[in-house]
Each structure stands twice: as C-alpha cells, then as structure tokens.
C-alpha cells in the first residue's frame, strides 16, 4: 500500500474483502471523530467513537458469522464474537477478540458515562475523549492489518492520513480537483491542495486547481519555496508540501472548520 493511497482507496480495499457499505461508513465515522476531536469537540468526539464502534462490530461479526447485518448492535455482534461454542470464520481469532474487548470499552464509555445521556455528575472531557480516539484508531488499523496489508509503516501512514485532512474540502468534478472554500489566500490552497495531494502538483496543475490569478498562484509557490519559509519543495518537476507546510496547513483548515 503506497504512501499516497487515498482514503477511499482504503475503503475500497477493506469493502472488497469484508462489506463494502459498511467500510465506507466505518472510514467516514473515524474521519468525523478526527475531526470533532481535533476541534475539541469532547461530546461529539465520544458520539462518533460509538458510531464507530456500531459499524466496526458489525464488520467483525459478518466476517466472522458469514452474515452481514447493517443494523445489528453492537452487544449482539460481540456475543457472537466471543462465544466459544459457534463456528468462527474471521481469519485470526486473537485479533477478533482483542478487537471486541476495545470495541466494548469505547462504546460502554459513549453509553455510561454520559455523552448519550444527561448526567448532573459527568461532562464529557479530553482525557475521556483521548482514549476513546485511540481505541479507534488501533481498531482501524488492526482491520486494515488482518485485510488489507501487514506494513506496519504504511498502516501508521494511512491512520495519520485521516486526522491531517479531516474535512473533505476538495472535491473531483469532471477530473479536476476544486477546494470548496473560498476563505484561503493563494498560499493556503496551494498547500492545502499538495497536503491532500501527497505525491505532488506540478506548478502547471496547480495553476488549473487553484481558480486565482496564474501570476498569484506563482508567486505563492515561488514564496512557499523560498528558503525562509520552507513549506514547500521541489522534487523533479512537482512540488510537495514539507513538515513546515503541513503544521501551517492543518491550523489554517483548523481554524476554518471552527468558523463553521
């Protein structure tokens, strides 16, 4: 799996040898926790991780008893997985278990401690919140590792891939990548297009993405190359975005998703 695979690739991918619906859903709830997280949305972090944990336990329990159901609980699903006395087809029984014992942990947490229901005595907060990411986070990655590739580096890559662009601001339309935000400077999309872009814009496409005037897009790109400021580099004839470019990057899209 390169470096560059998409999120919907990894859908894709997982859709292909579990459920494909319920892979969608399951990157779209990890992408919304993301996010809400990063927002310090402690409540709505906590709701997404159970929503998450819905969809993760239903993925494991199809594979495993050969039934997908698309509205099973979660309790149902896990009983399964755990009974000793019933046929198990997930490929690697150890794994399974493990996922339900964190699984079980995250939702029990969204349940009982008071982000699904009012409670005089609890408010959702960060600590709560952190560990209830993490568990998503080694769940998704144990998926990806039982079905679809073992390279440690490249599931590490793939989970960060997801909290570095939260929000799907660009979108493809007749093959052309747009970023739906009209609040950026010149410099902002440029780097917000190479952040979603891993593998690299040549000046001439982003040019073409970036609907401002060629002479500014230029400039930005010269700027963001520019030894003092290090955003950018270049790498042959495309441009990749530096550590320095992301850190800028992901505050500015930050900072635009809390105005929202």
């Not at 919907?8 to 997280?37: D, I, N, Y």
């Not at 009974?83 to 349940?111: E, G, M, W």
Request: aromatic share 6%; glycine share 6%; with cysteine.
């Amino acid at each position: 799996m390169p470096r560059s695979v998409t999120q919907s690739g990894l859908s894709h991918a997982l859709g292909q040898a579990t459920e494909p619906t319920l892979a969608v859903r399951l990157f779209e709830e990890a992408a919304k926790l993301e996010e809400a997280f990063a927002l310090r949305k402690w409540q709505s972090t906590e709701l997404d991780g159970g929503r998450f944990a819905e969809v993760a336990a239903r993925i494991i329990y199809g594979v495993d008893s050969g039934k997908f159901n698309l509205s099973k609980g979660v309790d149902d699903c896990l009983r399964y997985v755990e009974n000793p006395q019933v046929t198990h087809a997930f490929p690697d029984l150890q794994s399974a278990n493990q996922l339900a014992l964190i699984l079980r942990a995250t939702y029990k947490l969204r349940s009982q401690r008071g982000a699904v229901h009012v409670s005089p005595t609890y408010t959702a907060n960060e600590i709560d919140s952190r560990m209830v990411v993490e568990g998503v986070r080694w769940v998704l990655a144990e998926l990806l590792r039982v079905f679809v590739t073992t390279d440690q580096s490249a599931l590490v890559t793939a989970v960060e891939e997801l909290s570095r662009f939260p929000h799907p601001l660009i979108r493809q339309y007749g093959g052309q990548p747009l970023l739906q935000s009209i609040s950026l400077t010149a410099e902002e999309e440029v780097l917000v297009h190479l952040l979603n872009e891993r593998t690299g814009m040549t000046q001439a496409q982003l040019i073409r993405a970036i609907p401002k005037d060629p002479s500014g897009v230029r400039r930005a790109v010269k700027h963001l190359a520019d030894g003092r400021t290090r955003q950018i580099v270049g790498v042959g004839d495309r441009w990749e975005i530096t550590d320095l470019g992301i850190v800028r990057a992901e505050a500015r899209l930050l900072l635009d998703n809390a105005h929202k």
